[in-house]
């Protein structure tokens, strides 16, 4: 097996060996349509090691965890924690990342949930519209009117509610030694 493939095998905990190429990860996924390769392509490349075209793509940043592909394949490999492994390497290498709305939104998700115990989706939208620049694009106006009508029918809190061992949660994020 080659190196990178070994080490993506152990940070996932995937038997990427067992890939026979049937393609049925790839006929489920929801998101394929964003990746440069399809999902069983995804594998097939990391077996190869072919590392640097892995760590520089828009595919890892697109998967949603759904783990469609998982449930579906034969031999029980999920892609989300392949993916996972593999974006957690780009940002340890420093590696450019093609997409940035994602990480934005990654970024004000989690330090939402680490300011405030659990998410508060008011603050964790303004943060992640301004850090993504989203409202410098066409359409926002009209998505923002339809946030506007949540927030007038009371479906998004303005104020962050107070959650009990808030210090604790932070503490978990500040021991993980995540960088946000
Ligand atoms: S469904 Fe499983 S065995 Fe089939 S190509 Fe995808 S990962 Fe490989
Ligand atoms: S977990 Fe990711 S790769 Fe798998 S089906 Fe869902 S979006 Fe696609």
Not at 133 to 154: D, H, N, P, T, Y
Request: net charge positive; charged share 25%; aromatic share 8%.
């Amino acid at each position: 097996m080659h190196p990178f493939a070994k080490e993506i095998q152990e940070k996932s905990g995937q038997n990427l060996s067992r890939c026979y190429q049937c393609k049925k990860c790839t006929g489920g996924c929801p998101t394929v349509c964003w990746f440069e390769w399809p999902n069983h392509g995804v594998v097939r490349m990391v077996q190869k090691g072919m590392k640097e075209e892995l760590l520089g793509s828009k595919a890892i940043w697109m998967c949603v965890t759904c783990e469609t592909c998982g449930t579906r394949c034969p031999n029980g490999i999920y892609l989300s924690p392949i993916m996972d492994a593999l974006r957690c390497l780009a940002v340890e290498e420093g590696r450019p990342l093609p997409e940035p709305a994602v990480i934005a939104f990654h970024r004000a998700f989690v330090g939402s949930a680490r300011r405030f115990g659990r998410v508060h989706e008011a603050t964790m939208l303004a943060e992640f519209m301004w850090k993504s620049k989203m409202f410098l694009q066409k359409g926002f106006v009209g998505e923002a009117l339809g946030g506007a009508k949540l927030f007038a029918k009371g479906k998004i809190p303005l104020m962050p509610s107070s959650v009990k061992g808030k210090a604790q949660v932070a503490r978990i994020f500040d021991e993980s030694g995540l960088k946000l």
